[in-house]
């Protein structure tokens, strides 16, 4: 199937008499006849649901509608995209190892890196996504586990080399992890370009419409973990919590990754969605490759419109002609690349907040990629927590204004910017 019809057909197929739509499954529980059918769950012997905490078919049917969005072999909804943005690295990485990051990631996922993962014992490189070959190189070292980018950074928009990073990667034995928010597997599809986990905030894009928080990882099924297994105890060594299986050996190349990560990191910290939040994201999915043209569409002319505009500063978008990383968005993103735009205004930051105040369809608010044009000033909001020069660092300038260009008309949005820009 096409990526338009796996929007709707993916992920669930109901037999004969059976609803229509993804069922919502509003249980934590599940009933068994004997204790020893339950205890083959517990054994991971068999493959069911009998807590919610770790797995609900509701969750599992939207998680293969992704997976086949990607084109991987496994994935796990959590309750938010910062949730996957922790598994996904926490699943491989623990006290006393080693990552390798962009710098130019989004600020709550940098905070949780630089800060809080910190706190657990694991160190983290963050390089510049246009370094040298052997700057990246020197980055790496004897206890790296992963490398961790974005396919379009949030908010400087920087398109990230997937492919030079993935080689980098697969030569240190590592897996390439890359968040897709922006991009969605409408635009890019990582797992094509050599990455071998996916994440996603479902919140943005994937929901569109302001509705639930979550996120997934996604496993591409092609990284071989048993060839690096001194790297990948947790995966290639027996687990005594589960009766010495070894998920690598188990659960093969396409699975063992999701397997354990829902085994061992949702059984424990339980950031799981509830299966109404995956119901409603299920609904955003459906329209997800109509809406991802309309937002592409839209702010290609808004991105036009404001690089013309003498009262702008400057414009970053990669569907503009002569942005730093257009050649690259064509090479990763032909059909489109997202409807976030950076921009500022000429006076510098209090002109930029002024700017705001003026908006009248436009909004403040903290969310991005949804069907609403918003707007946001990072520098205090989402990066507040950041340093001048890790505001550098990340792409972002002071007086950046971070624009999300929804599926009105165009012309309205437009008219709105204009508005704004002449106050």
Not at 220 to 235: E, N, Q, R, V, Y
Not at 324 to 347: D, H, L, N, Q, W
Request: charged fraction near 20%; include cysteine; proline fraction near 4%.
């Amino acid at each position: 199937m096409r990526q338009e019809t796996k929007c709707i057909e993916a992920g669930y197929l109901p037999k004969n008499g059976e609803p229509r739509m993804i069922p919502i499954i509003q249980s934590t529980t599940f009933k068994y006849d004997t204790s020893a059918d339950m205890g083959k769950l517990f054994d991971l012997e068999a493959e069911g649901y009998f807590y919610t905490r770790l797995q609900n078919p509701t969750n599992d049917m939207v998680a293969a509608k992704i997976a086949a969005l990607e084109g991987g072999t496994a994935a796990m909804m959590t309750s938010s995209g910062q949730a996957a943005s922790f598994f996904s690295v926490f699943n491989l990485a623990g006290n006393g190892d080693h990552v390798v990051v962009s710098s130019t990631i989004y600020g709550g996922t940098y905070n949780l890196f630089n800060v809080t993962m910190r706190r657990m014992g694991i160190d983290f490189t963050f390089v510049d996504p246009d370094c040298s070959n052997e700057e990246l190189e020197a980055a790496f070292c004897e206890n790296t586990k992963a490398v961790f980018g974005e396919t379009i950074a949030n908010p400087a928009l920087i398109v990230f080399d997937i492919e030079r990073f993935a080689q980098a990667a697969h030569r240190h034995g590592v897996p390439l992890i890359i968040d897709n928010t922006f991009a969605t597997p409408i635009n890019c599809r990582p797992i094509e370009w050599g990455a071998d986990i996916v994440i996603h905030s479902t919140t943005k894009y994937m929901d569109g419409h302001d509705a639930t928080v979550g996120g997934v990882i996604v496993d591409s099924g092609k990284f071989d973990w048993m060839a690096h297994a001194d790297k990948f105890p947790g995966l290639c060594t027996p687990d005594e919590s589960y009766h010495g299986i070894t998920y690598a050996e188990k659960f093969g190349i396409e699975k063992a990754y999701i397997t354990k990560a829902t085994a061992q990191l949702m059984r424990d910290l339980g950031s799981i969605p509830s299966p109404m939040n995956c119901f409603l994201l299920n609904l955003g999915l459906e329209s997800l490759a109509v809406r991802m043209k309309r937002h592409c569409e839209n702010a290609q002319k808004v991105a036009e419109f404001l690089a013309a505009d003498p009262r702008v500063s400057y414009v970053t978008y990669p569907g503009l002609p002569g942005d730093k990383y257009y050649e690259r968005a064509k090479k990763y993103m032909p059909e489109g690349t997202c409807g976030v735009i950076s921009f500022g205004v000429k006076g510098g930051r209090d002109k930029a907040e002024e700017f705001m105040k003026h908006l009248r369809l436009a909004i403040i608010a903290t969310h991005v990629a949804d069907a609403h044009t918003c707007v946001l000033h990072p520098a205090s909001s989402t990066h507040r927590q950041l340093t001048d020069e890790e505001l550098i660092a990340g792409g972002v300038k002071p007086d950046m204004i971070r624009l999300s260009v929804g599926i009105e008309n165009v012309e309205d949005i437009i008219e709105d910017l204009d508005h704004a820009l002449g106050q």
